[in-house]
């Protein structure tokens, strides 16, 4: 089965400054690729996703690059606020079905 | 985005005694839902698959017989943790997905069980 690696566990970050997230995958057969941030006690959120046929995506201060090749996404949080500490994870898809990485706690200092 | 609601949002239960979760999308048809169970600082454990009308496809390792899932219509699906016991305190999520919203996951707000 699927299996997807996210690094680094804990990210700590300046405020201001940009933080970056990484994961990587297994099947070749995975085509979809969603981050989530979550927030303690709450459920997760769809930050940001990318579809295989596409090798980047920007959303404001948030952007995704996917290497089909190397099989590794990347999450890239720019201008980086207080608000943005939280717990995110990374997933690959197949159809409908995710895999989620470990997941990474990333912690803003004002 | 899609609305997914789940209820109850906390419980607490004596140890023997069984918990249903349910899990509605409000406003779009779910195919498929899916249940997750997730420990403190950890990820999300994909438990099973349930398509509407259709059994579950259970993950490895995941007792059927201990966590049953019902998917009875296109919002609706349930979990019942029968027999509870202590160690099946947990934060429970559910998901839904759609054909019309693609790949896309909706997460319901989850459901804090602890069993005493």
């Known amino acids: 089965g699927e299996n997807v690696e996210q690094h680094p566990s804990t990210l700590s970050v300046q405020e201001g400054d940009s933080a970056v997230i990484k994961c990587t995958y297994s099947?070749?057969?995975?085509?979809?690729f969603p981050w989530y941030k979550q927030e303690l006690g709450k459920r997760p959120q769809l930050i940001i996703d990318?579809?295989?046929?596409?090798g980047e995506k920007k959303d404001q201060r948030i952007a995704v690059t996917l290497n089909k090749t190397a099989k590794h996404f990347s999450l890239h949080i720019t201008e980086t606020q207080p608000e943005d500490s939280a717990v995110y994870f990374c997933?690959?898809?197949?159809?409908?079905?995710?895999?989620f990485g470990d997941g990474t706690t990333l912690t803003v200092k004002p | 985005g899609a609305v997914v609601s789940q209820h109850p949002s906390w419980v607490i239960c004596k140890s023997g005694t069984s918990v249903k979760i349910e899990c509605r999308s409000l406003?779009?048809?779910?195919?498929?839902m899916f249940w997750y169970r997730q420990f403190p600082k950890q990820s999300l454990m994909l438990m099973a698959t349930?398509?509407?009308?259709?059994?579950?496809?259970?993950e490895q390792g995941v007792e059927k017989d201990k966590f049953l899932i019902n998917h009875a219509s296109l919002t609706l699906s349930t979990l019942t943790v029968t027999s509870a016991h202590p160690e099946d305190s947990s934060f429970y999520i559910c998901?839904?997905?759609?054909?019309?919203?693609?790949?896309?996951?909706?997460f319901g707000p989850g459901t804090r069980l602890t069993v005493l």
């Open positions: 997933a690959a898809s197949v159809g409908d079905k995710s895999t």
């Open positions: 990318i579809r295989s046929n596409v």
């Open positions: 406003d779009f048809q779910a195919t498929t």
């Open positions: 099947d070749s057969a995975s085509n979809y």
């Open positions: 349930s398509n509407e009308g259709s059994k579950a496809t259970y």
């Open positions: 998901s839904a997905s759609g054909r019309a919203r693609g790949n896309e996951q909706f």
